[in-house]
């Protein structure tokens, strides 16, 4: 990994995020009825996030590809050994309902780098929260190996598509465990990753599928932090291809990852 990269990560994610919670505040107070402006609003951070990265990534890595949700369409990017993966404003929905569980996420795909999903740099900015995550963040205690004590497992999922597997999951937990299991719903792929980096969940389950923007960054975070990342059908990831579309994701803390494993059929390593 290049730390000029990773920083340069960073900072753009902060002043992404800085930028897009500016634009929510100067709109004032939004009716949740009022689904006109809300989406002028998101379509507005949207664009502004996206034409800043850009133009950040312009000046500092020129000879850089980008791969953006906001500007997906540029196929060189195929033939490029470094393409930043950005997301300028994950959790779009949330964002337009004036909730903090939305983000941006800013990651580094290199040909030449032997770390999984060949992902070199990454950054998760959660600017309503005031939190960043970075793959520059000191380890100083991996991810718990045991339970949690006083307090249920926690499974993060989306709050607009379940996994199809998530009662099994949480019954087969249950009775493996012998724990009893909570389910939180949260919005942007970078907020359910944080709750886990923070702690407060041990397994972060999504099969609906979603792309290459929305994980690159909590993927790249996550395995800096030590958690245990598969695919749904148990392969890794790989990125930048002609199809932008990852399957999904299965986070989750040593606790709880053979108990995972066994449950939905995932090879051990």
């Not at 850089?64 to 540029?74: I, K």
């Not at 309902?97 to 998760?124: K, M």
């Not at 949690?148 to 996994?163: I, L, N, Y």
């Not at 397994?203 to 030590?226: I, M, N, Q, T």
Request: glycine share 10%.
């Amino acid at each position: 990994m290049s730390t000029d990269d990773a920083v340069l990560s960073r900072a753009i994610a902060r002043e992404a995020g800085a930028l897009v919670v500016g634009i929510r505040e100067s709109y004032g107070e939004i009716e949740r009825r009022d689904r006109a402006r809300i989406r002028a609003l998101c379509d507005l951070a949207d664009r502004e996030a996206h034409l800043l990265i850009e133009q950040r990534l312009r000046d500092a890595r020129p000879d850089d590809a980008l791969l953006s949700e906001e500007g997906d369409g540029d196929l060189a990017r195929l033939d490029a050994d470094r393409v930043w993966i950005v997301d300028p404003l994950d959790g779009t929905w949330e964002y337009g309902q004036g909730r903090a569980d939305f983000a941006v996420h800013v990651a580094l795909w290199s040909r030449a780098a032997d770390a999984a999903g060949a992902l070199s740099a990454g950054t998760i900015d959660l600017p309503a929260q005031g939190q960043t995550w970075s793959v520059l963040d000191d380890v100083v205690d991996g991810p718990a190996a045991a339970l949690p004590v006083g307090r249920p497992v926690r499974v993060v999922v989306s709050r607009s598509r379940e996994p199809q597997d998530l009662d099994r999951v949480v019954r087969g937990l249950r009775s493996g465990l012998g724990v009893d299991v909570e389910v939180l719903h949260v919005g942007s792929v970078g907020a359910k990753a944080a709750v886990v980096l923070r702690g407060e969940a041990e397994l972060y389950l999504h099969d609906a599928g979603f792309h290459d923007w929305d994980l690159a960054a909590p993927l790249a975070v996550a395995l800096h932090r030590g958690l245990v990342c598969l695919s749904p059908e148990g392969d890794g990831f790989s990125f930048n291809g002609r199809s932008t579309v990852q399957p999904g994701i299965v986070m989750a803390t040593p606790s709880v990852a053979p108990a995972v494993r066994d449950l939905l059929g995932l090879p051990t390593p």
